[in-house]
């Protein structure tokens, strides 16, 4: 980073001619340096991974499942159906929050009721968000262990196995275990297709090497493990648009672990039109803001995770920096005027290619295992790595602002 650092001198002094000084060391500083430390991290992180085994016969305690649906009636039924079926030697207990559906989502669970005895069913009488149905569920919990699953996620049938075993063999003190979150309606559009490699490469990988340095930063509440415990002792999930993300704040913040169990594996339906995409985004980066003014702390604590905890403070820098400097420099290159995007930008494109086959290699061992085969998205990822971006980092810059100038907020499964 130092190098490049010095080896950018001249463009450093190239642009702060053409629009000030703070300016120029601002975007080149967050489009160029900090996300090539970031990258390069990220490959050597990669490289050094080695995933912990599961501990082999261990006895499994029984656990209980919560999802908070609103206005899934079309599928809950497969995302229960989906739990029936999993391969885990104790009693799993569902149950389902109705929040206030006006549709028929609380005749599909009564329906599925009448075979499935462990099925139980909260019916609120009116829409209050997904964090209060979640604390109405945790009060009607007995087991140890707690699990969230969005209402329109299907869970393979060894996740819930695999989730619990992460939990069971890692250290002590770890309090809560993030699965993986897969995409399965990719087939859609250019939109969803896209998100397919987002989830595969980069958000997978992301949590792998965070778990690698011992602190996971979102136990997402799409699929993943709690400690009822721990949730009680936190007051269960707060009552924010980013609920998984400053819930699992909470935690690091009390000196506990995050795992993060990458063969524990649901398959969600992602936001299939831009303006939901834009939406989901603006939701997660609100979050990233709300996590960081509820636990402030958590930037002063001496652990390893520590480190990307502050990773995430760059982050909003770094979409602001994309979308007011690099978007506008792809634009002044397209008529000859170089001085954000130009030739040698083009440079990058082979270690950007080379990051993400690692990262491709990573995730097709852990599907080869479970017995999948990566379905064949060769336009979707073109669009992912060139063009995903664009509409990516102004989403996360409108979520950031949203959030500072106190927009309303409302609730959503992802």
Known sequence: MGASFWYSQPWYEDLSREIGVYAAYFIITFIAIIPGFMNAYVAMALFLDKRPKVIDQQKYPPITVLIAAYNEEKSIASTLSGIFLQDYAADIRIIVINDGSSDKTVESIKVLQLTHPNLSLIDLGRNGGKASALNHGLKEVTTDIVISIDADSYVLKDGIRHLVGRYLSDPINTKAVAGEILIRNSRENWITKAQEWDYFLGIATIKRIQSLFQGTMVAQGAFSLYERKTLNELGGWPEMVGEDIVL???????????????????????????????????????????????????????????????????????????????????????????????????????????????????????????????????????????????????????????????????????
């Open 248 to 414: 699992t704040w909470k935690i690091l913040s009390k000196g506990y672990r995050v795992g993060h169990a990458e063969n524990a594996l649901a398959f969600t339906d992602c936001p299939n039109t831009l303006k939901r995409f834009v939406r989901q985004r603006q939701r997660w980066s609100r979050g990233l803001i709300e996590a960081f003014k509820a636990n402030p702390s958590i930037l002063f604590q001496p652990r390893f995770s520590t480190l990307y905890v502050w990773w995430n403070t760059m982050f909003p820098l770094m979409d602001i920096a994309f979308t007011f400097g690099f978007l506008p420099g792809i634009l002044l290159a397209c008529f000859g005027v170089y001085w954000i995007v130009g030739p040698m930008t083009l440079s990058l494109l082979p270690m950007a290619f080379l990051l993400n086959w690692q990262m491709y290699l990573k995730g097709k061992a852990m599907f080869e295992e479970e017995h999948l085969k990566v379905r064949a998205n060769l336009l979707g990822f073109i669009f992912y790595v060139f063009a995903y971006g664009l509409v990516l980092q102004p989403a996360c810059v409108y979520g950031y602002f949203s959030e500072i100038f106190n927009l309303r907020k409302t609730w959503g499964t992802k």
